[in-house]
T-cell receptor, first 114, second 115 residues
Framework: GAGVSQSPSNKVTEKGKDVELRCDPI?????LYWYRQSLGQGLEFLIY????????KSGLPSDRFSAERTGGSVSTLTIQRTQQEDSAVYLC????????????FGEGSWLTVV | AQTVTQSQPEMSVQEAETVTLSCTYD???????LFWYKQPPSRQMILVIR??????QNATENRFSVNFQKAAKSFSLKISDSQLGDAAMYFC????????????FGQGTILTVHP
């Protein structure tokens, strides 16, 4: 696609429910990243996929958070048993390769947990 | 751990004037990259400019330029001839040489441009 596409754009969910956020990176980009932007914490790195390598999950805040990337393209970030502190904008980004290339961001998925 | 600090929560500038946004960082790595990203109300982060730490020459992109002081670990953004479309949140970000995609962001600076 022309840019990084994320869905849904906005999601309101009840506390305790599971949510899935989708990211479709720019075609041909091998590296994919998830970030979280919240009022209290600013912008935080969550997870990073590079090709077929094991993902770098060092930024995931708890075991309720997981992500997968199927076929080296689309990625899904799953949050189980959502809590109010999970309310944030979840930003996905991609790049041609991890080193030396511009990282392009999507417009984010705004999650509100009520 | 690396940290990035933006000490100006808000800045304002008159249209056509020049404004400088400040950023300092802390790292023990010798190889790294620094970035300025712009986030308008649409939420999409847009790369404004980037600097490789090994390059002594300051990066420039049209009206945007940086003052990179490696020894002082300072990386400020200068916007010349400010335009209304420059109004946004600006983030300074750091990525280590071995983890280019793992950006560490500053807290952001809201830039207002007055006509």
């Amino acid at each position: 696609g022309a840019g990084v596409s994320q869905s849904p754009s906005n999601k309101v969910t009840e506390k305790g429910k599971d949510v899935e956020l989708r990211c479709d990176p720019i075609s041909g980009h091998t590296a994919l990243y998830w970030y979280r932007q919240s009022l209290g914490q600013g912008l935080e790195f969550l997870i990073y996929f590079q090709g077929n390598s094991a993902p770098d999950k060092s930024g995931l805040p708890s075991d309720r958070f997981s992500a997968e990337r199927t076929g080296g393209s689309v990625s899904t970030l799953t949050i189980q048993r959502t809590q109010q502190e999970d309310s944030a904008v979840y930003l996905c980004a991609s790049s041609l390769q991890p080193s030396g290339n511009t990282i392009y961001f999507g417009e984010g998925s705004w999650l509100t947990v009520v | 751990a690396q940290t990035v600090t933006q000490s100006q929560p808000e800045m304002s500038v008159q249209e056509a004037e020049t404004v400088t946004l400040s950023c300092t960082y802390d790292t023990s790595e010798s190889d790294y990259y620094l970035f300025w990203y712009k986030q308008p109300p649409s939420r999409q982060m847009i790369l404004v400019i980037r600097q490789e730490a090994y390059k002594q020459q300051n990066a420039t992109e049209n009206r945007f330029s940086v003052n990179f002081q490696k020894a002082a670990k300072s990386f400020s953004l200068k916007i010349s001839d400010s335009q209304l479309g420059d109004a946004a949140m600006y983030f300074c970000a750091y990525a280590g040489g071995t983890s280019y995609g793992k950006l560490t962001f500053g807290q952001g600076t809201i830039l207002t441009v007055h006509p």
